[in-house]
């Protein structure tokens, strides 16, 4: 008979499907491989070509690309493969998936074991595996290994959503992520699954990772089903401790940040410099929190929401960062979502900002789809808890995505002292929005919370210091080479209002968004994760 499995659920996120290799993912992963060898060869959705009978649990995973090149050295002929699974939370569970508890561990990387003829670990985003034959095999594997360790820099620990299983009896290094049919149900995909030892008797724990409360409460009752359909014996083995119980949603601390803050360590002048700092960025700032996936699930619609307001150039800082946007479309396609949309409802038409801002052509070529917003989509809707908008229009493709992610940019404006993360949820509404500015705080926190987007994303590349919203003037475009995210949508525009040389206590939006529970404007007691990329 099979260990007793306990299974407890809350809020996470579901595994990807790989996209289409983009050429600075080419970059980036060649610049992780050591020099010299045989050119390198990549592999995405077409794995199979590489590793026929693996490729399927790594796509099943979310692998975004794989870099592959073959050495000779010293007598040892080595293969290396990099692995870029999207996330910290992928990396582990394709590394967790090869790994066991009674392999001999090595300290490089987040977690690394090796043999004599293979040396494996996990960093960031990152699982490498390396092979060699032939004399000095072993000294070839270390070295290769410290050196694409290095060349990855950034933190060196496992995801911190491990966190929340049980450190007493569990046994080391059991722990994986699973997205395949945990405890034998593919309904509770993904999970963590850790084993434990009472006693001398075995035991799996399961947390599935449901994407929220809804879908954690339906996964209790397919569970629940289960076991009533299968008779007493299967009762009784998930019975057989007393520490074992059928819960959901668990009510367990959030480890994953609820604020992360990457700052880009150069700052570049060219072009296409400023397009690889941002999507480097962005990805940065995501992976902090515990990756897309942590937000974007297999299937989920995702409405993507920057700031298109202006009919102004990239360079002139009055609409949010092009490559911000479409290193975001292209996370949320590598996390599973089915379709993106990009949207707002801007202060100039949207037959030229659009164009003109360079989101439409970034966001289409990442896969998105982008939407002039039509007039009759707008619904009057109840803002429940409102101090202002008790009703008002609001998009409905909007309200009825699975997912929305708020991305602004940092601008000085003249009413409100800035534009952040909040006040961009103005572009998903409709009727005479110059209202709003009768009573600007309140209004904007109305918004703020009945949107909740699961993500707020602040574009702070370039920021706008003086004569926003529109600008124009570059001469008032100042660099801070920064992308902020979380979960929080008052501590995110808290931390924006310092990029302009403000406190959280200027902004009028903040201090009412702080003072209704809507987040905390004291974005420091958070903890927030920083990145230098």
Known sequence: MRGPIACLFLAAALWAQPAPIPADVKTRLT???????????????????????????????????????????????????????GGTLQAFGIYSAERS???????????????????????????????????????????????????????????????????????????????????GHDFLSPALTASYRFDGQA????????????????????????????????????????FIALLGPALLPATAPALSIAHYKSSPAAADGIAEEARRLTRGAIDALGGMARFVSKGNVVWVKPNIAWDRRPEQAACTNPDVVAALVEMCFQAGAKRVAVGDNPCNTAQRTF????????????????????????????????????????????????????????????????VLGMKNLMGVAGGARNRFHQDISNTVVDLAGFIRPQLVV??????????????????????????????????????????????????GYVVEGHARGLGNMNYAALSPARVEV
């Open 31 to 85: 610049a992780l491989l050591p020099k010299g060898g045989d050119p390198a060869r990549f592999y995405s959705s077409d794995l199979y070509r590489y590793m026929d009978g693996g490729a399927d649990i790594y796509l099943k995973y979310g692998l975004v690309a794989l870099a592959h090149r073959e050495y000779k050295r010293a007598g040892a002929d080595m293969t290396v493969d990099v692995f870029d699974m």
């Open 101 to 183: 508890p009674e392999y001999h561990f090595v300290d490089i990387g987040a977690e690394g074991y090796s043999s004599e003829s293979t040396l494996n670990f996990l960093q960031g985003r990152y699982y490498v595996r390396l092979s060699a034959f032939g004399d000095g095999a072993a000294t070839a594997l270390d070295s290769f290994a410290r050196a694409i360790s290095r060349s990855i820099g950034g933190d060196r620990s496992l995801p911190g959503l491990l966190d929340i299983l049980p450190r007493e009896n569990r046994v080391a290094r059991s722990e994986k992520y699973v997205v395949q049919a945990p405890a």
């Open 203 to 242: 035991t799996t724990l399961v947390i599935s990772l449901a994407a929220d409360a809804r879908e954690a409460n339906q996964r209790v009752e397919k569970l629940r089903q289960y076991y009533s359909q299968s008779g007493g014996e299967a009762m009784m083995e998930l019975g057989r401790r007393e």
């Open 355 to 418: 164009p003109r801002s360079g989101i439409q052509s970034a966001a289409e070529k990442a896969g998105a789809q982008c939407y002039f917003m039509d007039d009759r989509k707008f619904r009057k809707m109840v803002i429940k808890g409102a101090r202002v908008l008790k009703e008002w229009e609001i998009y409905r493709d909007v309200v009825e995505a699975d997912r929305v992610i708020n991305v602004g940019i940092v601008k000085q404006h003249s009413l409100t002292s800035a």
């Open 458 to 507: 602040l574009d702070a590349v370039r920021v706008l210091a003086a004569n926003g919203p529109a600008g124009g003037n570059l001469a008032d475009v100042k660099r801070r080479d920064t992308i902020v995210a979380g979960v929080d949508q008052v501590a995110v525009d808290a931390f924006g209002a310092t990029l302009l040389g403000l406190r959280p206590a200027d902004i």
